[in-house]
């Protein structure tokens, strides 16, 4: 009995087709991230919550710039790896000075416990897509889909330290541990921006 082979145009449009449904559900995701967590960011004063509402804007971006690439060709590759380093460095830029004033002022964070529900549903979803991500440009051999998939990684681990900077003020007080959160994001997202704009992704490294 043979076994019918798929010619390779077959796989990569299909290949192609899975991109775009990853980028189209990144758009939305984190565009419904961004309302809830800068909404409750600002009613909260919390500047790490605003700072990951942000993210999920850049990430959105981030999102319609593969998207892009995939409707555009292989030609485009190069552009949309530049634009996404550029949207982690305004980021880091925004991250920075919030954080650095939000400290010098002492500008005191509510609790947010809808806050904290958020970083523990993206802390579970977010792994999940960069992986799937990740399969994707590594078979498209895409550099601009790793460094999108590296910036949804960025986004988890963003989860994981709102997570922590939140849960502390809301059960110990710890107004600055809000702040001195979103400090910790930034010289993770000022690597991956710098790596995107020089061309570089995480594959250059053997990573996975």
Same mark, same amino acid.
């Given at each position: 009995?043979s076994?019918?082979?798929l010619?390779?145009?077959v ?13 189209y559900?990144?758009?939305?995701w984190?565009?419904?991230e ?11 004063g @919390?500047?790490?919550?605003?700072g990951f509402?942000?993210? @999920? *804007?850049?990430? @959105?971006? +981030? ?7 995939l409707l ?13 380093g550029i ?14 004033k ?8 509510? +609790? ?16 999940i897509?960069?992986?799937?991500k ?5 078979r498209?051999? @895409?550099?601009?889909?790793?460094? /999108? ?17 939140l849960?502390?003020?809301a ?10 959160a979103?400090? *910790?994001?930034?010289p993770?997202i ?7 704009l020089?061309g570089?992704?995480?594959? /250059?490294?053997?990573?996975?």
């Open positions: 009995m076994v019918e082979v010619p390779q145009t796989i990569r449009a299909a290949d192609v087709r899975r991109g775009r449904r990853l980028e559900f990144t758009i939305g984190n565009s419904l961004a309302v809830v967590a800068i909404s409750f960011g600002i009613v909260a @919390s500047v790490a919550l605003i509402g942000v993210d @999920s *804007v850049i990430e @959105s971006s +981030s999102g319609a710039i593969i998207l892009w690439r555009a060709g292989e030609e485009k590759e190069r552009v949309a790896l530049r634009l996404v949207s982690l460095l305004l980021l880091a830029a925004y991250v920075a000075f919030d954080a650095v939000s400290l010098i002022f002492q500008e005191r964070p509510d +609790s947010s416990y809808a806050g904290i529900v958020l970083a523990v549903v993206s802390l579970i979803v977010m792994p897509l960069a992986r799937e990740r399969r994707v440009a590594a498209l051999n @895409s550099r601009a889909m790793q460094a /999108d998939s590296r910036q949804t990684d960025i986004c988890a681990y963003l989860s994981a330290i709102l997570l922590g900077g849960a502390l003020n059960l110990v007080g710890w107004w600055w541990a809000d702040p001195i979103a400090l *910790v994001m930034i993770i000022v690597k991956e921006g710098a790596e995107a020089q570089k992704t995480c594959c /250059d490294d053997g990573c996975h």
